[in-house]
């Protein structure tokens, strides 16, 4: 399915409409947990940014407008509650993969905080304090390489230099292995190293989003002093400050698109909670991108299956979705394609393997997946 983007404009409300988000611009200022709390009582909540896509969809919901809430907040004030993450939001962090030189982290052994990270000759890894300057290495995704550039800049501004000419900052061991630093670039004429550290894409911090994902994703205009103002807000070129939350400002509420419900009942029962309260039960027709993120929502279920809007019409004798279109019994997705087919059955997801649909009477009770 190609990308959907679709913006309404109701009244002080606007829409923007992605894969698997609805950001919605509130022009009605509100402190930030005023705004949490709008959000999550008509919506989601405050919104979450996975990654650039979403950002710009984001800055299309907002029109234009700045200065405006978004669902990123220092969770702790304790410097020992930081945690690492990559600038690419798709390589996740993992502590079994590091590369610390002997004694790092440290943290500047008291001394100053030590958010960001750079890399030695040898390719190991030290924290240092961020508005140091220094060369940095950049991914270029098109390409599939590192590419040094030989200028001072803060880790942040590396960053936002690598954002916009490149891909991002390097980030994770498999673009780390890419980088090779040839003897013109990183030897002086005695064969020594030329360069003390170069920043990599690493860094730590205590900012975590209003619904708790895991999102890495930081778009941040100027440093954080990890002490200060403690709630993000949207400012211009779609990059972030950190603002005092109690200030009055629009927001951006969002929705998912797909909602796991960790409530057991019948597939009827969940068919009118759906309709109640959502939209409707999940149907996904050729619609890989929503079979994709169902199935993700699937593996957070607590139940073996979860309902999803597919039933047994008795009268015409066929399976359907609940938006009326018809199901072949020899589906690629039925876990036991072409078997036997009566009234009292209908159809669910796998929660975990390779989340095939299954035929299942329809009084067992399970979680199940709406669509919004």
Not at 40 to 61: F, G, Q, S, W
Not at 133 to 144: G, H, L, Q, R
Not at 183 to 199: E, I, M, N, Q, V
Request: aromatic fraction near 14%; include cysteine; charge should be negative.
């Amino acid at each position: 399915m190609q990308p959907l983007l679709v913006l309404l404009v109701f009244g002080q409300m606007r829409l923007s409409v992605s894969q698997n988000l609805m950001y919605h611009f509130i022009n009605g200022p509100k402190s930030w947990a005023e705004a949490q709390t709008f959000c999550r009582k008509h919506y989601t909540d405050l919104a979450t940014v996975n990654h650039m896509r979403d950002l710009e969809r984001l800055r299309a919901a907002a029109d234009g407008q700045t200065d405006v809430w978004i669902g990123l907040y220092q969770t702790s004030d304790k410097l020992a509650d930081r945690k690492w993450h990559w600038s690419q939001p798709e390589v996740k962090y993992n502590e079994a993969e590091a590369e610390w030189w002997t004694g790092e982290p440290n943290d500047g052994e008291g001394v100053a905080p030590e958010s960001c990270v750079a890399i030695s000759s040898d390719k190991k890894w030290a924290d240092a304090p961020c508005h140091w300057t220094c060369y940095f290495v950049c991914y270029d995704e098109t390409s599939n390489t590192t590419v040094l550039i030989q200028d001072h800049k803060t880790w942040l501004e590396a960053q936002q230099y690598c954002r916009a000419n490149h891909t991002d900052l390097m980030s994770g061991p498999d673009q780390q292995r890419l980088f090779e630093c040839s003897a013109f670039s990183c030897l002086d004429s005695t064969g020594r190293w030329r360069y003390p550290w170069l920043w990599i894409g690493l860094s730590r911090d205590n900012w975590g989003w209003s619904d708790g994902s895991d999102s890495s994703f930081r778009n941040w205009k100027t440093e954080v002093n990890p002490l200060s103002k403690k709630c993000a807000a949207l400012v211009d070129q779609g990059q972030w400050e950190s603002e005092d939350c109690g200030e009055k400002k629009p927001f951006v509420c969002y929705d998912d698109l797909v909602i796991l419900v960790k409530e057991k009942k019948t597939w009827k029962e969940a068919y009118d909670y759906c309709k109640q309260n959502y939209c409707n039960l999940a149907w996904f027709l050729n619609y890989e991108t929503l079979k994709k993120l169902a199935q993700e929502k699937a593996e957070l279920a607590d139940t073996e299956f979860v309902w999803v809007g597919l039933f047994y019409s008795c009268a015409m004798k066929t399976w359907m979705w609940v938006n009326g279109h018809y199901v072949s019994n020899d589906n690629d997705n039925w876990k036991h394609p072409g078997s036997e087919n009566v009234c009292s059955v209908a159809g669910a997801m796998e929660r975990a393997g390779e989340h095939m649909w299954v035929k299942i009477n329809d009084q067992e009770k399970h979680n199940f997946i709406c669509l919004r």
